[in-house]
Every structure is written in C-alpha cells, then in structure tokens.
C-alpha cells in the first residue's frame, strides 16, 4: 500500500483500503490498532479531508483533549520523562550563564505544562539577590491537526500570565509546521517510512495497554493524542513533505550536542523506578537519554547549544 501510494496508484490504494477497513478495526491488540490508525490516516490522503484534522473540531474537543493529555501524562511515563529531562537540560545550561534572554524551541508544545514549571524554577534560581530575570521567548512548531487553535490561545494565555505574575518577560510564537520548509530535507522511502510511523505507535499502545488503562480513558488518550499524531506523520508524506534530517539541520545552524548532566540522568532512573510496570528502562543515546518500552525506543531528548 505504501508503494502504491508513493507512484500516485490511486485505484490500487482504494482497493487496498477497502480489504483493509474489514479486517482492521480500531479494537484488539497494539498492532491491531496502530495498523487501523495507519489506514485511517491513508484514508485520509485519498479524499479534501486531509487539508485538516477532525479530532479537534470544537471547543468540547478541546476539552476532551485536555482531559485526555492529563490522563496520558499520569498514565504514561513518555511525557514525564521528555519533560523533566528536557527541562533539567535547560536548568543546566542556564546555572553557567548570565544570558538576558533564553529562547526555546518547542517540537512538542502539547498544552505547554512543562514550560509553567520551568518558570518557576527559572524564577527561584535566577530571581535570588535582586538579579534581573532573563526574558523567555518560547517557539512553538505545531500543526493544524495536532493543536486547535483555541487550545493555542488557551496555551499562550495560561504561560502568559503565568510568567507576568513571576515578573519574567515572555513571549510565545506559533510556527505552523504545515507549511515549514528547511533547507535541509531528507526523504526516507515508503516502506521505511510507514515502518517508522507503525512500530513506535504499536510501542506506545503496548505500554498503555501493559499499565492497566481504563478502556475509556484509553479511548479518548489514542483519539485526540496518538491517532492525530499517526495522522500528521502519514500526511505529512502524503503532501510531499520530506522528514527532517533534524540533527544535520542543527549542525548546519552551528549547534553542537551537549551531553546531558549525571542528575538528569539520574532524575530519570528516579522516574522509572516509581513505575509498578516493569518493562520500561533509559539507555544513552551518544550525547542523549532514550525511554524504552522493552525493544521499541519511545521517546529521546537531546541538548544542543549554539
């Protein structure tokens, strides 16, 4: 299908789908289901509606999203992990310098949580002995199917006031990712691409699946997270838009990879530790930290310093 797909076959694709939409429902085991997301989302490729996603159509959506990030981020240990390590990242860097301005660039906003808390902290350290807060500028890439605009407004809002009650200047920008074009592109072959969309969705689901997860809870957490985000990787070949050689976009920009300090590795080995399911372990990753859901990578974070 995915071949078909990539030579414009339309006529092969349909009839692929249409076998497919009988024997994938979105029920039954991780594979099951993120094979059925795959195909909802190829589906989507093949008619207008892919011009956006319907996952997040209302102001009720968007609530029910948010409910659900809360329960994915109790439930699950990829949030917190990206989180905290990324967060402890950042507090590194900034106890060595006297920068007055940080800028942030975010590939994975979700509803802006953890930058609320890196305020704080940001405040707690660098507000001691009458020093000048730095200004925060937080970027934002995101897609028209992942965020709502209303959510993005309920995210600019929240940090916003957050930042002006600790006395931190603050500016937040949205970048649409949809029409974001680096000069530095790669393009993977189908196959490898729908492989790298499929195994770490069936990961995820396992692990959910492996922490005993209400079903109803499980539903709206693989409706308004994942499904949108199997959605966006399919699409966003559908359009012609190439993966990003990330890393190589970065060298060409100056940056250079910084490794990561013992405590947040240390915060991490915390992290899992609390966890009643076992199954989950950190390996390093060159200059990084990875979570593991026994051989399927989760999730990574990185430093990169300019």
Same mark, same amino acid.
């Given at each position: 299908m995915a071949k078909a797909a990539e030579v414009g076959n339309s006529i092969g694709r349909r009839e692929i789908l249409a076998r497919l939409n009988q024997q994938l429902p979105p029920i039954g085991k991780p594979f099951l289901r993120s094979a059925s997301y795959l195909k909802e989302a190829l589906l989507l490729a093949l008619t207008d509606s892919h011009q956006g996603s319907t996952h997040l159509s209302? /102001? =009720?959506?968007v609530t029910l999203k948010l409910g659900a990030y809360k329960s994915f981020s109790d439930l699950s240990h990829v949030l917190q992990f990206a989180n905290f390590t990324a967060t402890q990242a950042l507090l590194d860097e900034i106890a060595s310098t006297t920068s007055s301005c940080i800028h942030i660039i975010d590939f994975n906003l979700g509803v802006g949580g953890q930058w609320a808390s890196f305020l704080q902290e940001l405040a707690h350290r660098r507000g001691t002995g009458n020093a000048p807060l730095p200004m925060l500028k937080l970027t934002a890439f995101v897609s028209s199917a992942s965020h709502h /605009?209303? %959510? =993005?407004h309920l995210t600019r809002e929240n940090l916003t006031q957050f930042a002006v009650d600790l006395g931190i200047p603050f500016e937040f920008t949205d970048i649409n990712l949809d029409v974001f074009d680096p000069a530095e592109l790669i393009a993977p072959s189908p196959n490898e691409h729908f492989m790298? +969309? @499929?195994? /770490? +969705?069936m990961f995820l689901l396992d692990s959910l699946d492996a922490a005993g997860t209400n079903v109803d809870v499980a539903s709206k957490i693989e *409706? @308004? =997270?994942?499904? /949108? *985000?199997?959605e966006d990787a399919v699409l966003g070949r559908q359009k012609a %838009?190439? &993966?990003? &050689?990330w890393r190589a976009v970065f060298t060409s920009a100056g940056f250079a990879p910084v490794p990561l300090s013992n405590l947040a590795e240390a915060q991490a080995d915390y992290l899992l530790k609390r966890v009643q399911v076992r199954g989950f372990h950190v390996e390093k990753c060159g200059m990084g930290l990875a979570l593991y859901w026994q051989s399927g990578e989760l999730v990574s974070v990185s430093a990169w310093r300019c």
């Open positions: 209302s /102001p =009720l959506d /605009p209303l %959510e =993005l790298n +969309c @499929f195994q /770490p +969705c *409706r @308004f =997270l994942i499904q /949108p *985000r199997v %838009e190439k &993966a990003m &050689a």
